[in-house]
């Protein structure tokens, strides 16, 4: 959820959406996801769109960690009348942040219930929450668990002190393995670990020790991400300091590499570039909706939707999201309506970063020719119509895409 938003078009005060969105409704399947502004730190290269309570102040109007769940719920049942009276179950549910889990169970499972009470929920629908370590105990996975959560996302990003640290990450590395286990005890199958590699100032062998934590951990799923140093940020001031390092290409490849061989060998394979699971079970179903071009209705300050081809996205501020909700307006900033050259395109970005690959026929002419010299240069491979990434693919998917779209 970065905190940038774009310019985009303007929304109508009630949000209406294109009528040839609406009508495409209903094709593709449909998730939510909510975002929680919320956290008790603010980390030095995160870009997320996150507020600590000083920076939100104590003035009126806005909202609070005390307001928001009511507000969410407000903006999911507008989300029902925007979206007109057809069936459209929901296969998935995702709360981010921020951190979800510095809201109570119960507010949590206050918006999953007006979910479902709205559009209804699919038997046996992924519902996740992310989670600091730091931030659940039994008690309150207990109460996840009560309220309908499926699934949780435990941000663990290292295990290694002086890497927490940069990070400005405040847990006790020996806090992710009881909320693992306090997670399994509560009665979740489905449980995920977050990790970030190329941290300045962690070595290979530190990247090896969080790797082997995490994976002695047991966990369904694992996501793995590249540090972005991100414009605006206190790290990306750091490092035009010099005060800290920029993350090196060659390293970031290496830990990649590393991060590859130690979850093949404990049974976790991957199906997107940066996330491994133990089995298709174990995918997290709501990423797969962003990356197949599905439909979804954001909920929160600066959370994006996309429905039929028209993409928006909400104000960015908790107070101006607050405001609008309360005067029974559309919180939505801006949108764009997607032409059918933009959705190729991003067909292309997203799908080959998927191990189930790219369909070729989405490739125009100079993307098709394309295609034999990466075949060649050992960065695709044809599985029947469908182009896949190779290991060293992976690492050059960038490049690739580039390759493809001319």
């Not at 000083?54 to 925007?82: D, N, T």
């Not at 942040?97 to 929920?121: C, K, Q, R, W």
């Not at 369904?220 to 920029?246: F, K, N, W």
């Amino acid at each position: 959820m970065p905190s940038v938003l774009p310019a985009g078009d303007p929304v109508p005060e009630d949000g209406t959406l294109p009528e040839e969105s609406l009508a495409r409704l209903g094709e593709r399947p449909f998730g939510f996801y909510v975002h929680v502004p919320f956290c008790t730190v603010r980390c030095g290269y995160c870009d997320f769109n996150t507020y600590t309570a000083s920076e939100l102040g104590a003035g009126p109007g806005g909202i609070s960690r005390s307001s928001y769940a009511a507000a969410a719920v407000q903006e999911v049942r507008r989300a029902r009348r925007v979206l007109g009276d057809r069936g459209l179950p929901v296969e998935t549910v995702f709360l981010g942040g921020g951190t979800p889990t510095l809201l109570s169970p119960a507010d949590l499972g206050s918006v999953l219930t007006a979910i479902d009470e709205e559009f209804g929920l699919v038997p046996g629908a992924e519902v996740t929450t992310e989670a600091n370590p730091d931030s659940v105990d039994l008690g309150y996975l207990d109460g996840l668990r009560a309220a309908g959560f499926t699934r949780v996302s435990i941000g663990m990003q290292s295990a290694v002190p002086h890497v927490l640290r940069v990070l400005d990450r405040t847990h006790d590395p020996l806090r992710v393995p009881a909320a693992v286990e306090w997670a399994r005890a509560a009665g979740f199958d489905q449980v995920s670990l977050d990790l970030i590699y190329g941290t300045p100032g962690e070595s290979l062998d530190d990247w090896a020790t969080s790797l082997d934590a995490a994976l002695a951990c047991a966990p369904d799923h694992v996501s793995a991400y590249a540090l972005i140093v991100e414009e605006g940020t206190a790290l990306a001031r750091q490092v035009r300091r010099g005060e800290v390092p920029m993350p090196d290409d060659d390293d970031l490849a290496d830990k990649y590499l590393l991060a590859d061989e130690r979850m093949s060998a404990a049974g976790l394979g991957w199906y997107e570039v940066s996330n491994w699971s133990r089995d298709q079970a174990s995918r997290c179903h709501h990423n797969e909706l962003y990356w197949t071009g599905a439909d979804w209705w954001g909920v929160g300050p600066g959370a994006h939707s996309h429905v039929g081809g028209t993409r928006w996205w909400n104000v960015k501020h908790p107070a101006a999201y607050g405001d609008r909700i309360a005067a029974g307006l559309s919180p939505a900033h801006a949108r764009e309506v997607l032409e059918p050259e933009d959705q190729r395109v991003e067909r292309v970005l997203l799908e080959l970063r998927l191990a189930d690959g790219l369909d070729r026929a989405v490739l125009d002419a100079a993307g098709n020719a394309a295609v034999p010299d990466l075949v060649r240069r050992g960065l695709l491979v044809e599985r029947g119509d469908r182009l896949v990434l190779t290991r060293d693919g992976r690492l050059l998917a960038d490049a690739v895409v580039r390759d493809l779209l001319g």
